[in-house]
């Protein structure tokens, strides 16, 4: 979720950090960390039932790996 500043400079969610640096991608557990508070946030579960955990646990490995795509895929000047 981003929120708006006063200029229009926009922040991401507080619990979600940037994970772009300049000098090297991100690890894999960076992108794991973020796709699990990611799945946390917009499922509003901390810690899945029994019953979805498979669910919540596919959604996160997902996320992480397109994360992973995106990084590669970016381009930089």
């Known amino acids: 979720m981003a929120v708006e500043r006063a200029e229009g400079e926009r922040i ?5 950090r940037k ?6 991608l ?3 557990q960076e992108l794991e960390d973020a796709a ?3 799945v946390r ?7 899945p039932s029994r019953v979805n955990e498979q669910a919540f646990s596919c959604a996160v ?3 992480a ?8 895929d970016l381009q930089t000047r």
Do not use: H, M, W
Not at 12 to 16: G, K, P
Not at 19 to 24: A, G, I, K
């Open 12 to 16: 991401l969610c507080r619990n979600i």
């Open 19 to 24: 994970l772009r640096q300049p000098e090297r």
């Open 26 to 28: 991100p690890t894999d």
């Open 36 to 38: 699990l508070q990611f």
């Open 41 to 47: 946030k917009v499922s509003g579960y901390r810690k």
């Open 61 to 63: 490995t997902e996320i």
């Open 65 to 72: 790996e397109a994360t992973r795509r995106l990084f590669e």
